[in-house]
Protein backbone atom coordinates (compact mmCIF):
# COMPACT_ATOMS: atom_id res chain seq x y z
CA UNK A 1 0.00 0.00 0.00
CA UNK A 2 1.13 3.48 -1.19
CA UNK A 3 1.13 5.99 1.41
CA UNK A 4 3.58 8.61 3.54
CA UNK A 5 3.10 8.71 7.16
CA UNK A 6 4.61 12.20 9.50
CA UNK A 7 5.66 11.71 12.77
CA UNK A 8 7.75 14.14 14.79
CA UNK A 9 5.11 16.78 15.59
CA UNK A 10 4.28 18.22 19.16
CA UNK A 11 4.01 21.22 21.52
CA UNK A 12 7.11 23.32 22.00
CA UNK A 13 8.57 26.84 23.42
CA UNK A 14 9.37 29.41 21.06
CA UNK A 15 13.12 29.12 20.47
CA UNK A 16 12.58 25.42 20.45
CA UNK A 17 13.52 22.44 17.54
CA UNK A 18 11.32 19.70 16.16
CA UNK A 19 12.00 17.06 13.66
CA UNK A 20 9.47 16.07 11.60
CA UNK A 21 9.33 12.79 9.41
CA UNK A 22 7.92 11.45 6.32
CA UNK A 23 8.23 7.81 5.77
CA UNK A 24 7.38 6.65 1.86
CA UNK A 25 5.69 3.39 2.02
CA UNK A 26 5.09 2.01 -2.02
CA UNK A 27 6.96 4.89 -3.63
CA UNK A 28 10.93 5.86 -3.51
CA UNK A 29 11.31 9.01 -2.17
CA UNK A 30 14.80 9.59 -4.38
CA UNK A 31 12.37 9.37 -7.61
CA UNK A 32 10.23 11.96 -6.27
CA UNK A 33 10.30 15.70 -5.44
CA UNK A 34 8.93 15.35 -1.48
CA UNK A 35 7.51 18.67 0.21
CA UNK A 36 6.56 19.73 3.67
CA UNK A 37 3.42 21.93 3.52
CA UNK A 38 1.90 23.63 6.41
CA UNK A 39 -1.80 24.51 7.08
CA UNK A 40 -3.08 26.47 10.32
CA UNK A 41 -6.22 27.21 11.14
CA UNK A 42 -8.54 29.30 8.78
CA UNK A 43 -5.60 29.69 6.94
CA UNK A 44 -4.32 28.76 3.19
CA UNK A 45 -1.98 25.47 3.18
CA UNK A 46 1.60 26.82 2.39
CA UNK A 47 4.82 25.59 1.05
CA UNK A 48 7.18 24.92 3.65
CA UNK A 49 10.49 23.05 2.24
CA UNK A 50 10.63 20.67 -0.85
CA UNK A 51 13.35 18.90 -2.38
CA UNK A 52 13.81 17.11 -5.53
CA UNK A 53 14.43 13.65 -6.42
CA UNK A 54 17.54 13.20 -8.69
CA UNK A 55 19.51 15.60 -7.28
CA UNK A 56 18.35 16.65 -4.64
CA UNK A 57 17.94 20.39 -4.92
CA UNK A 58 16.43 22.00 -2.21
CA UNK A 59 13.97 24.91 -1.96
CA UNK A 60 12.58 26.43 1.49
CA UNK A 61 9.85 29.37 2.04
CA UNK A 62 11.52 32.51 2.85
CA UNK A 63 9.17 32.42 5.94
CA UNK A 64 11.37 29.44 7.41
CA UNK A 65 15.01 30.07 5.33
CA UNK A 66 17.76 29.83 8.11
CA UNK A 67 15.66 27.83 10.67
CA UNK A 68 14.68 25.19 8.76
CA UNK A 69 16.14 22.27 7.08
CA UNK A 70 15.17 19.73 4.83
CA UNK A 71 16.92 16.35 4.03
CA UNK A 72 16.25 13.11 2.91
CA UNK A 73 17.68 9.56 3.71
CA UNK A 74 17.53 7.28 0.67
CA UNK A 75 18.00 3.74 2.82
CA UNK A 76 15.60 5.02 4.96
CA UNK A 77 13.34 6.65 2.03
CA UNK A 78 12.42 9.27 4.84
CA UNK A 79 12.63 12.77 4.39
CA UNK A 80 13.19 14.82 7.37
CA UNK A 81 12.05 18.62 8.39
CA UNK A 82 14.33 20.18 11.58
CA UNK A 83 12.87 22.90 12.45
CA UNK A 84 14.47 25.54 14.42
CA UNK A 85 14.24 28.81 16.42
CA UNK A 86 10.65 28.04 16.38
CA UNK A 87 8.12 31.06 16.60
CA UNK A 88 4.47 30.82 17.19
CA UNK A 89 3.96 31.35 13.23
CA UNK A 90 4.86 28.16 13.20
CA UNK A 91 2.31 26.62 14.57
CA UNK A 92 0.50 24.48 11.78
CA UNK A 93 -0.67 20.96 10.99
CA UNK A 94 2.18 19.86 8.66
CA UNK A 95 1.89 17.52 5.45
CA UNK A 96 4.66 15.84 3.74
CA UNK A 97 3.34 15.44 -0.06
CA UNK A 98 5.39 13.74 -3.04
CA UNK A 99 5.17 13.83 -6.78
CA UNK A 100 7.30 12.64 -9.69
CA UNK A 101 8.47 15.46 -11.34
CA UNK A 102 6.18 18.47 -10.75
CA UNK A 103 6.86 21.44 -12.26
CA UNK A 104 5.66 23.97 -9.79
CA UNK A 105 7.45 22.55 -6.13
CA UNK A 106 5.40 25.36 -4.19
CA UNK A 107 2.05 24.56 -5.03
CA UNK A 108 0.44 22.03 -3.38
CA UNK A 109 -2.25 20.70 -6.47
CA UNK A 110 0.52 19.48 -8.01
CA UNK A 111 0.83 16.65 -5.83
CA UNK A 112 -0.69 13.61 -5.26
CA UNK A 113 0.72 11.76 -2.59
CA UNK A 114 -0.09 12.92 1.12
CA UNK A 115 0.61 11.87 4.47
CA UNK A 116 -1.68 12.57 7.40
CA UNK A 117 -0.20 15.30 8.84
CA UNK A 118 1.09 15.90 11.80
CA UNK A 119 0.67 19.11 14.51
CA UNK A 120 3.23 21.05 15.62
CA UNK A 121 2.35 24.04 18.44
CA UNK A 122 4.61 26.51 19.18
CA UNK A 123 4.06 28.22 22.47
CA UNK A 124 4.64 31.85 23.30
Known amino acids: QEQLVESGGGLVQAGGSLRLSCAAY????????TAWFRQAPGKEREFVAA????????YYADSVKGRFTISRDNAKNTVYLQMNSLKPEDTADYYC?????????????????WGQGTQVTVSS
Open 97 to 113: AAAPRPLNYDDYRVYNY
Open 26 to 33: GRTLSLHT
Open 51 to 58: IRGSYGII
